[in-house]
C-alpha cells in the first residue's frame, strides 16, 4: 500500500471527475434570440429560446431588458412565456438610440427567482435612421439592474456558443497538463542519464516520452472533437492546433532517432541531448507563439487562459482535480512501462 497510495488517489480522482464533470448540470442559459435586427421606432417583438430554464414555472416573476451600456436599458413591455425553453418579449424601441453609433449591438438579460439571471451578448443590432443624443436621452428610460435574482446551486457555468461541450474542459485541457508535466518527468531521466550513464534512466526518459506523446494524442483529439462543435470543423489549421502538431512530430521524432541505432550507448545519449531539446521547443510552440498571433483557442493573440471568462469557482472544483488526477495515472502508465520495457531489455541482455 504503501507504493501504491498516489496510484489509488490518481483513479479516485478521475472517477471524481468524470462523474461530476458529465452529470452535473449546467445554469440556465439562452440559446437565442430571433430577430437579430431591429430599428428604431419600431415595436420589437423577439423570440427566446431558453437552456435549463423554467419559463413557465416563473410566469409572473421573469425580468428582460436589452442593456446597452451601464446607464441605458430597455425593458420588456410584455412578457409571455410560451414553454419552459421558450418566452415571448416585446419591446418598445425609442426612435433614437443614446449613441452616436448608426447601429448599435444589446445584450439580452433574463431574470427569475427560479432561474436566476441569464445573459446573451450581442442579442440584437438596432439601428438609427439619424443620430439626436438630446432626443434619445429624454426617450431613453433608466432601468436599474442592479437587484438581479441570485440562484445558489451546485452547477456549471452556461456559456454561449459551447454549451454542454464546456464539460470538454476537464479532459482536453488537464490532458495537455499532464503531458507537460509527463515530458518533464522523461527529460528529468534524460538529465540523470547524461550525468550518470544509468541504462535505468534512459529506458525511464523513454517511457515517460512514450506516455506523453499518449496524452498529447489524447489531448489532440479531444480538442478535434470540441473544435467540430464549436468551430464547425475539427481542423481549421488554427495556430495552436498547428503548433501542438508540430510539437508531436518533433516527439515521434525522438523515438525514430532511438531507432537509427543498434549500440545502446550511443542510443541513450543521443536520444537523451535530443529529448532535452524536444522540451525547450514545447514552451515557445505551445505557449509564446500563438500569444503572438490571432486564434480562435482561448489563451491566444495575447489574451490569458484559464480566467473568470473560462473558469467558475464550481469549475475549479472539478478541473484542478482533473489535472491531478490526469497526471498521476499518466505517471502510473509511464512506470508500468518502464517495468515493461526494463523486463526485455534483461531478456535481450541474456539472450546475448
Known sequence: MKG???????????????????LVPLKPGI??????????GQELKMTVKGYNSHFLTAAGQIGAWLKQDEKNALKAVAISPVSEQEL???????????????????????????????????????S?????????????????????????????????????TIRNTYFH?????????????????????????KEEDDLRAAAFTRVGILFGIMGLVTGAIWANYTWGKPWSWDIKQNMTAIALL????????????????????????????????????????????DS????????PAMGGEDLDNTMRMVFYPAIIGWTLVGFWMANLNFRIEKIRWGLLQNAD
Open 4 to 22: 501504491t497510495w498516489w496510484k489509488l488517489l490518481g483513479v479516485i480522482i478521475l472517477i471524481y471527475v468524470f462523474l461530476t464533470g458529465l
Open 31 to 40: 440559446i437565442a434570440a430571433e430577430p437579430s435586427t431591429a430599428k428604431c
Open 88 to 126: 415571448q418579449l416585446t419591446f418598445d424601441i425609442p426612435a433614437f438610440l443614446n449613441s452616436k453609433k448608426q447601429v448599435k449591438d444589446f445584450t439580452l438579460i433574463l431574470d427569475n427567482p427560479v432561474d436566476g439571471p441569464s445573459v446573451l451578448p450581442s442579442a440584437v443590432f438596432i
Open 128 to 164: 438609427q435612421d439619424s443620430i439626436n443624443p438630446q432626443m434619445a436621452a429624454a426617450e431613453w428610460q433608466q432601468h436599474s439592474l442592479t437587484d438581479l435574482q441570485e440562484k445558489s446551486a451546485f452547477n456549471f457555468p452556461f456559456r454561449n456558443i459551447l454549451s454542454e
Open 173 to 197: 485541457v488537464p490532458q495537455w497538463f499532464a503531458m507537460l508535466f509527463i515530458f518533464l518527468g522523461g527529460v528529468i531521466y534524460s538529465f540523470f542519464y547524461l550525468k550518470n550513464g
Open 250 to 293: 518533433i516527439y515521434f521524432a525522438y523515438f525514430v532517432l532511438r531507432s537509427s541505432f543498434d549500440d545502446p550507448e550511443k542510443r541513450a545519449r543521443l536520444s537523451a541531448v535530443y529529448n532535452l531539446f524536444a522540451f525547450a521547443t514545447l514552451i515557445p510552440l505551445l505557449y509564446v507563439i500563438p500569444r503572438m498571433t
Open 296 to 303: 480562435l483557442h482561448p489563451g491566444s493573440g495575447g489574451n
